[in-house]
């Protein structure tokens, strides 16, 4: 399935009906009820409308959402911190204490080869996060930025996708990424796209997607088997 | 620069929103020569002492030139006078960030401003109260340090004295007993370092010795009884136990109980058996580890960190005062989401400048950082929790009810931000508060409260309901309490021995305190909890 809108909102919105009405129930590893769909594939033609869907996760006084400017910083900070169990931005720019995947290889390819279907960044280490028993596995594992008519376009690889909860931060965490990346190369940004192996939603956060998004975004909708 | 001004700045550029002493100053830019001097001070010899003031007032002399330098460059100012007139120092930035570079040095000082939290109207009404404030965001309230992963005391001491600076409430060492040896100087002197140090830093201290590891009984005797009558109250032992060590090391228990009972000092006793994690005091409350957390530090942290953070932020309410005004259960429960919402609200901030703060455990790896603070929780903790709101509603059934919100908000929040791509921990536990937390503004409560003198007074009706309702109580605290029994003066060795016995076999209490100080009569609560 492919969802295509103008802005994160828009498409935040089709993305979270598809998966109330097509998803199907399972129960994850927390034992929590969830609505998944496989495989969803989301398009934002403007990147630069990312930070709408983290304001409206923010103004909801439920809980704490974290601010733009965290976000933005574990994708754009190399320094690695010890208090988050991994961080983008290490894994992007500093990949296994010797690779920056940005300005050492996808910027200058990109410079030098504009065509190129290389440009492809993994956050993914199996040999650190791949383990049987390993809870903290990312979310974000791969990004690829192609030029397409002149604008730096990008598709990121999300393994699992909260997507309440965790897409609108994914989104403008690659949106952040994607301005570095165009900026570096003097492209404007174009479409962003995401592929989420699993987008699910929580049946637990029903009442929290109505009161963040309006209660029309449920209609018609089943809310649970 | 020079470099005493890079190290005095250094110094305001760890805790930024604090008054230093003169003295404090010293410490800190001459760690080497301020240990040295201390020891001469304390020492029996006359002369030696001499040669340690005059040492002492040499260094005072020294820094002052250069700290009245930066008051002159506007960096620092006076903010006040201390004791006999010493004068102490602050930034002279209210907040913002100061940059101070030369070719040798770049020191970046920055000083945040009072950060507002969702429980300041609270806190203006008197109902609830944060620990130490002015360190909310550059202390950790509680760290534990592993024997186990140092070879010597000196090994250890090294590492206090990068740990007390970043503390604001304790410090625990677990495992002593593993470094005792044959020769007790070394321990001897490294706990006379530690008692200073607490002093200057203003810190508790909790030693805790396993007697099942314990291998030099004898030596930890004559060790305790050569240090416990210059101890200060802020330095206490923790014994974990089991009653069936209690027979085997009978004659042990006999020697120590009698030491303590000599010394009037609080015996503290754990039971490991209930509760293997550690268990230690600050004077906030009681610190403590979930089950889970302590599987944890075993097999993650242990061996990678020389130890953990186990709490970081503190605040206490009043419960009998919150009901008396007015307050309501659901009340109640808003307010303790309230404080869970500030403690989450202060770690972000805590993790915007967090190798600026807590970069000075100097850790040699990442992952050993990472794991230093993989076990740590704030708490929310309460004063006066055995007053009834209602008849038909135990204290403990509402606490059980605000443990559950809290632990939702917890685990809402850390979802949250694990699928967000920050994978944090962020947990708030709930304990009971001592009343060093903040004396002058707590409710007092009368307890009928006499000091115990045989077994058989605790066998009696209401002496049974009371541990039985502290017993469920240590439940809803995860072990973070702390029951005290003051033992009548003149009771016998035999008659401790077995109050100790029937307090570790008849009830599920993890950890009590034999307190010899001998007080007896009706005692006011904050009597009752004074000095812990």
Redesign the interface.
């Known amino acids: 399935m492919e969802i295509k809108a103008v802005t994160v909102m828009e498409a935040w919105q089709a993305a979270i009906r598809h998966i109330l009405s097509e998803g199907i129930v399972f129960i994850d590893d927390d034992k929590r009820e969830c609505r998944e769909v496989r495989n969803l594939t989301v398009t934002v033609e403007k990147p630069s409308s990312a930070a709408d869907g983290v304001r409206a996760m923010r103004s909801c006084r439920r809980?704490?959402?974290?601010?733009e400017?965290?976000?933005a910083n574990?994708?754009l900070n190399k320094?690695?911190?010890?208090?988050?169990?991994?961080l983008?931005g290490q894994r992007i720019f500093d990949y296994n204490g010797k690779s920056d995947q940005i300005n050492d290889f996808v910027i200058p390819l990109l410079q030098n080869n504009p065509n190129t279907r290389r440009a492809v960044v993994s956050l993914l280490n199996p040999v650190r996060d791949l383990h049987p028993d390993a809870k903290?596995v990312?979310?974000?594992s791969l990004i690829h930025f192609r030029i397409v008519e002149k604008r730096l376009c990008v598709t990121t690889i999300i393994r699992t996708?909260?997507f309440f909860?965790?897409w609108p931060?994914?989104v403008f965490?690659i949106a952040k990424l994607q301005e570095h990346v165009a900026h570096a190369l003097s492209l404007p940004p174009g479409p962003l796209t995401t592929i989420s192996l699993n987008a699910h939603l929580h049946s637990g956060n029903f009442d929290d997607i109505e009161h963040v998004l309006g209660e029309d975004i449920l209609k018609g909708i089943k809310r649970s088997e | 620069m020079h470099p005493l001004d890079a190290s005095i700045l250094e110094a305001f550029r760890r805790d930024p929103s604090r008054a230093f002493s003169t003295s404090e100053l010293v410490r800190d830019v001459f760690p080497k020569k301020y240990g040295q001097l201390n020891q001469q001070i304390h020492s029996q010899d006359r002369k030696t002492i001499r040669q340690g003031y005059a040492t002492k007032a040499k260094l005072h002399r020294k820094l002052l030139y250069h700290v009245n330098k930066l008051v002159e460059q506007q960096l620092l100012k006076v903010s006040g006078l201390r004791g006999k007139g010493e004068k102490l120092f602050v930034l002279a930035m209210e907040e913002g960030e100061i940059v101070i570079k030369d070719k040798a040095h770049r020191i970046v000082i920055s000083k945040p401003g009072a950060m507002a939290t969702p429980v300041d109207g609270d806190v203006k009404e008197g109902l609830i109260r944060k620990f130490q404030p002015n360190s909310w965001l550059n202390k950790q309230n509680a760290i534990m340090l592993d024997a186990r992963a140092y070879t010597s005391f000196e090994e250890l001491q090294h590492r206090l004295q990068q740990v007390f600076p970043g503390v604001n409430d304790t410090i625990a060492i677990y495992s002593f007993e593993r470094l005792l040896d044959d020769n007790i100087n070394e321990a001897k002197r490294f706990l006379e370092n530690l008692c200073l140090d607490a002093h200057d830093y203003n810190s508790a201290v909790s030693i805790l010795i396993s007697i099942r590891v314990l291998k030099h009984d004898e030596l930890l005797l004559q060790l305790l009884k050569e240090v416990l009558p210059r101890m200060p109250r802020q330095v206490s032992f923790i014994f974990s136990v089991t009653p069936r060590l209690l027979t085997r090391k009978e004659s042990f228990f006999r020697n120590l109980l009698q030491l303590f009972a000599e010394e009037k000092r609080k015996l503290n006793l754990k039971n490991s058996a209930l509760v293997p994690a550690p268990i230690f005091f600050g004077r906030a409350g009681t610190y403590s580890f979930t089950s889970e957390d302590w599987n944890y530090y075993k097999s993650k942290v242990r061996g990678k960190a020389p130890g953990c953070v186990v709490g970081q932020l503190s605040m206490v309410v009043d419960i009998k005062q919150f009901f008396s005004e007015g307050g309501t259960i659901t009340g109640f429960r808003e307010l303790a989401t309230r404080a869970a919402n500030a403690f989450f609200e202060v770690e972000e901030q805590r993790r915007k400048h967090f190798a600026e703060y807590f970069g000075f455990l100097n850790l040699s790896n990442l992952d050993a950082s990472k794991q230093f603070f993989k076990v740590g929780r704030s708490y929310l903790r309460f004063w006066n929790y055995e007053w009834d709101v209602e008849d038909e509603s135990p204290i403990f059934d509402l606490l059980g009810s605000v443990k559950e919100e809290v632990d939702k908000f917890c685990t809402m929040q850390e979802t949250i931000f694990k699928s967000c791509g920050l994978p944090i921990r962020f947990k708030v536990g709930l304990s009971t508060s001592f009343a060093k937390f903040d004396q002058e503004l707590f409710s007092e409560r009368r307890y009928q409260k006499t000091a115990i003198s045989t077994t058989k007074e605790l066998q009696t009706k209401k002496m049974k309901d009371y541990l039985q309702i502290r017993e469920q109580l240590f439940r809803v605290f995860e072990g973070a309490d702390r029951l005290r029994f003051f033992i009548a003066r003149g009771v016998s060795t035999d008659e401790t021995m077995s109050i100790s016995r029937y307090l570790l076999s008849a009830y599920d209490l993890p950890c009590f305190t034999l307190d010899f100080r001998g007080k007896a009569g009706e005692l006011k609560l904050t009597t009752f909890m004074e000095d812990s």
């Open positions: 809980w704490k959402y974290p601010s400017e965290e976000l574990i994708m320094e690695a911190a010890s208090i988050y169990d991994y983008y903290n990312l979310g974000i996708s909260g909860t965790g931060a994914n965490q």
